[in-house]
């Protein structure tokens, strides 16, 4: 356990957050909601149980924080970024499931011991069997849920639909379940948002001098979300003079070679910052790049595995509400997509429509649990 940020008040209202590590999709919306709680009531503070890397809360929070490092969910194996481990998916779920009861035990008492007021989970199974034991609410955020994405390969692995039949129910016992747009699979839910996004704080133009770019020079971000891959078209970037080609994760320091800026999956650069600022975003179609393109609005050439089951439900919402072009995977490996980076930059950029998602959760959590500032006598901020 590691406390981060700062120190927890005697006057603050703990919630207990339970995030899968598949990516960085699920920690990033996590993150989203959990700033837009503190913006509300700055009173609320928050454990973390999840193994994303605990830098990626650091560079994301102002709210404090304890984190928790366990695992809470398998999700999908991964062989690179558009590419999923079927077998090794397997292999692991069944150590992973059913959860151990004391596991279960140890956490409830854990957030128990944390006083904490209820459980979110993103989209973990395990703070769900956790909430039942510590009889505390839950509430399920989730544009899909791993039962779900798990059908999509039970006629290939029989062996998936006993973990099928073990998460059903599980994901069905959240007290409150909050569905995100691009929604999935439509269920009976409790509140329903636009996509949840962390918010931008520096402005497009504070990016781009800090990145060392002209004026007259597009830029162009390059994205495969939380899960590293390699780039074979890298050295075909610089014959594209014209456009600035942002890469993160594919270096270890941040290094400018003329047009191609190479960039660790952590650097100095706050990522949503870099979205915003960009002409047009070309990457992995996931949950967080989705919801961070569609507020900062700028185009998307989005380039989706066709064997992941959400894949085809985000392509049809960006086709939709965004503006965009869809890139298939070999095409965008081999680096022929480059061709496309003109019609690309000739979108136009959209408004976002409505609230961030985030702002409604921490409304509906809010009015939920019955803490407000006209409740407790806190000023919002």
């Not at 960085?24 to 993150?31: I, K, L, S, V, Y």
């Not at 690179?80 to 692991?92: A, V």
């Not at 544009?143 to 006629?155: H, K, L, P, S, V």
């Not at 939380?226 to 270890?252: D, W």
Request: a neutral charge.
């Amino acid at each position: 356990m590691k406390i981060s940020k700062s120190y927890r008040s005697t006057l603050s209202t703990p919630i207990a957050y339970f995030i899968s590590p598949h990516g960085f999709g699920h920690a990033a919306r996590a993150a989203a909601v959990i700033e837009a709680l503190h913006r509300v009531n700055p009173a609320f503070s928050f454990d973390l149980f999840t193994t994303v890397p605990i830098w990626f809360f650091e560079d994301s929070l102002t709210a404090p924080f304890i984190y928790h490092r366990i695992k809470t969910d398998l999700g999908l194996v991964q062989k690179s970024p558009f590419q999923e481990d079927i077998h090794e998916t397997l292999r692991r779920l069944d150590t992973f499931l059913p959860f151990d009861p004391s596991l279960i035990d140890r956490l409830a008492q854990t957030v128990a011991r944390q006083q904490s007021a209820l459980i979110l989970c993103d989209i973990s199974p395990l703070g769900l069997a956790v909430s039942r034991v510590a009889k505390l609410p839950s509430i399920l955020i989730e544009n899909f849920t791993w039962d779900w994405i798990y059908q999509g390969y039970a006629d290939v692995a029989e062996s998936m639909k006993k973990h099928i039949r073990y998460l059903r129910p599980l994901f069905a016992s959240a007290d409150y379940r909050v569905q995100t747009e691009p929604v999935c699979q439509r269920r009976p839910a409790d509140l329903t948002t636009l996509p949840v996004s962390r918010k931008f704080r520096a402005p497009a133009d504070e990016i781009r001098r800090h990145l060392q770019l002209p004026d007259d020079r597009k830029m162009v971000l390059i994205t495969t979300g939380g899960i590293p891959g390699r780039h074979k078209f890298l050295s075909r970037l610089a014959g594209l003079t014209k456009v600035a080609f942002v890469v993160p994760g594919a270096g270890r320091t941040t290094e400018i070679r003329d047009n191609v800026i190479l960039m660790p999956h952590r650097s100095d650069m706050y990522h949503p910052d870099l979205v915003n600022a960009s002409d047009a975003v070309v990457g992995k179609t996931g949950y967080s790049t989705l919801a961070e393109i569609y507020a900062a609005g700028v185009p998307f050439g989005f380039v989706s595995s066709s064997d992941f089951r959400e894949s085809g439900k985000l392509n049809a919402y960006i086709q939709r509400e965004m503006n965009g072009i869809q890139i298939g995977v070999d095409r965008f490996e081999d680096g022929s997509w480059l061709s496309l980076v003109p019609e690309l930059l000739e979108l136009s950029r959209n408004q976002p429509r409505g609230l961030n998602g985030a702002d409604q959760i921490a409304e509906f959590i809010c009015n939920l649990i019955g803490i407000g500032d006209k409740n407790i006598g806190w000023q919002e901020i």
